[in-house]
Nanobody, 117 residues
């Protein structure tokens, strides 16, 4: 299993930017699909973006064109660059690591992003 620790959340005005980081510990980071999810108050957790181990990326429609996911396998870190933030982006953002072949599905504890209007 990998352990995940998110950082970089905070309070930002609408239209601003933040970069979230997720540092992983454990082995074989590069073999995991890495993703970001978020959970807004009173809502279910939703998928935001993924960076697969094969190098593919994909985004939820709500963030496409504004958010960029990246990863540095040497640093065992995945990032989420968030631009043109909107109040509806306010949520706790969670990092996720999956290695389906081994049944691994790990979560961080989350970092809070608050976007003021």
């Amino acid at each position: 299993q990998v352990q995940l620790v998110e950082s970089g959340g905070g309070l930002v005005q609408a239209g601003g930017s933040l970069r979230l980081s997720c540092a992983a510990s454990g082995s074989s980071f590069s073999y995991h699909d890495m993703g970001w999810y978020r959970q807004a108050p009173g809502k279910q957790r939703e998928w935001v973006a993924i960076f697969t181990r094969s190098g593919n990326t994909n985004y939820a429609d709500s963030v496409k064109g504004r958010f960029t996911i990246s990863r540095d396998n040497g640093k065992k870190t995945v990032y989420l660059q968030m631009n043109t933030l909107k109040p509806e982006d306010t949520a706790v953002y969670y990092c996720n690591a999956q290695r389906a072949q081994l049944g691994i599905n790990s979560w961080g504890k989350g970092t809070l992003v608050t976007v003021s209007s």
